[in-house]
């Protein structure tokens, strides 16, 4: 096997709470994420020089040792001391700087891709080890599904997810927002408004999406919102048509909401890209990432 072909899946946050931060400059958080059907395609190919080369068809990424993908390349090469050129292409799909972990994705797929190509035999559980190094969202999107994260977002107990039947509108308006700023601007000591995570699992356990959708909280998104104005303005569209709930997902600006009839968020949809560009509509998604073929 020369190449390979794989889907990484985006994600998107039913909750986030911030408990504290480490000395390390990490925080603590308590989280449910949920994939879905949104993904870039990553095409991994080996090489006949020792180079690592990353081609796009997005502008918005870096295609040098800044881009976390590089970053998975050399971690597995040092660490197995392999000293094999790759080339990757990152056909992007999900929207770029989006708190939807579309770069921990693509990591997340090159991990799982070369572990293929290399015969390196790493477990799920090691790869995801692995991944920690390059960020804390990582192991969670080599698996995917639905999860409560806890601890830096590492900590991963897997739950019930997100019916089928429940139609996701995301939109992302043409902004880009810096995580770390968006951090540094949340006061750990006034937060009003906290998830209930233990309530927010209980209605996935019963599928009861009307109480989930109303009880859903971020609590990034007071500072979000307050530099951009466009994450209110997009929720007040979906709940005026017909969304059962809409929050911010991760740092932002991606706005989501949850419609329970396919036609409602598809005629959101339509009201949304009469001014803002890059706007799905999607269901959940069972896997992470995933081999093509």
Not at 97 to 122: H, Q
Not at 132 to 144: E, W
Not at 240 to 247: F, K, P
Not at 250 to 275: E, H, M, R, W
């Amino acid at each position: 096997m020369n190449s390979i072909e794989l889907k990484s899946r985006a994600k998107i946050n039913l909750s986030i709470d911030v408990l504290g931060k480490r000395d390390d400059g990490y925080h603590l958080v308590e989280m449910i994420m949920q994939t879905i059907d949104l993904y870039d395609v990553i095409k991994i190919k080996q090489l006949d020089t020792n180079d690592v080369v990353i081609k796009s068809n997005s502008s918005h990424i870096p295609l040098d040792n800044d881009n976390i993908v590089y970053k998975a390349i050399e971690l597995l090469r040092q660490r197995f001391n392999i000293n094999k050129g790759i080339e990757v292409f990152i056909e992007k799909n999900i929207p770029v700087a989006a708190g939807m972990a579309g770069g921990s994705s693509n990591a997340a797929a090159v991990l799982v891709g070369l572990n293929k190509l290399w015969k390196l035999n790493l477990t799920e559980q090691e790869l995801q080890e692995l991944g920690l190094k390059l960020g804390a969202d990582v192991p969670y999107c080599i698996s995917g599904k639905t999860a409560l994260a806890e601890g830096i977002g590492e900590k991963l107990s897997y739950i019930k997810g997100l019916p089928k039947n429940i139609s996701i509108l995301i939109c992302k308006p043409n902004l880009f927002v810096s995580t770390k700023d968006v951090y540094q601007g949340l006061d750990l000591n006034n937060i009003v408004k906290r998830p209930n995570n233990k309530f927010l699992i209980e209605c996935l356990e019963k599928e009861d999406i009307d109480s989930l959708s109303k009880n859903m909280s971020n609590v990034l998104e007071n500072v979000t919102s307050k530099m951009h104005k466009e994450i209110n303005e997009i929720e007040e569209i979906m709940m005026a048509n017909s969304a059962l709930g809409s929050m911010m997902s991760g740092s932002g600006p991606t706005v989501f909401g949850l419609f329970d009839k396919y036609d409602n968020a598809l005629k959101c949809k339509d009201i949304l890209l009469q001014q803002y560009s890059q706007v799905y509509v999607v269901s959940s998604s069972e896997k992470g990432v995933e081999i093509c073929g």
